[in-house]
């Protein structure tokens, strides 16, 4: 059903180093370039992640209740990604990992630019 979601930015450069990084470990790579900003995924036919900066030119901020959700493949890898994150990233703790409800194992953090994300394995 979702086939792209696009975050704001007001550091590009910075964005592109810092999703470069976290989306790695997850297969996830640069698919499309732009002026204002970059795409990331797996693939074109499969849903992407984008980071741009915004198209009327005033300043990106985050949403009130908008976080994303990335799929791990396991729960190592919700562990592995989630500690990038924290100890590499610059990124604060908004949940450490753990089963939330019985098979969905969880861990939250927010970006240094303010965006809340998850990365989680169902079962």
């Known amino acids: ?3 792209y979601t696009v975050l704001g930015t007001n550091d590009l450069d910075g964005s592109k180093a810092f999703f470069d990084q976290l989306l790695a470990p997850l297969g996830a790579k640069r698919l499309m370039e732009m002026p204002r900003g970059v795409m990331y995924g797996t693939a074109l036919n499969q849903a992407f992640l984008g980071v741009m ?5 005033d300043a990106a901020q985050c949403g009130n209740g908008t976080m994303v959700g990335l799929a791990g493949a396991s729960r190592d890898q919700v562990d ?6 924290i100890e590499q990233l610059g990124c604060t703790c908004e949940g450490a990992p753990g089963e939330r409800m019985p098979g969905f194992y969880a861990a939250y953090f927010r970006t240094p630019e303010g ?8 079962g």
Do not use: T, W
Request: charged share 25%; net charge positive; hydrophobic share 40%.
């Open 53 to 57: 900066k915004p198209y009327n030119g």
């Open 80 to 85: 592995e990604v989630y500690k990038l994150a």
């Open 1 to 3: 059903m979702i086939g």
């Open 115 to 122: 965006h809340k994300f998850n990365i989680f394995k169902m």
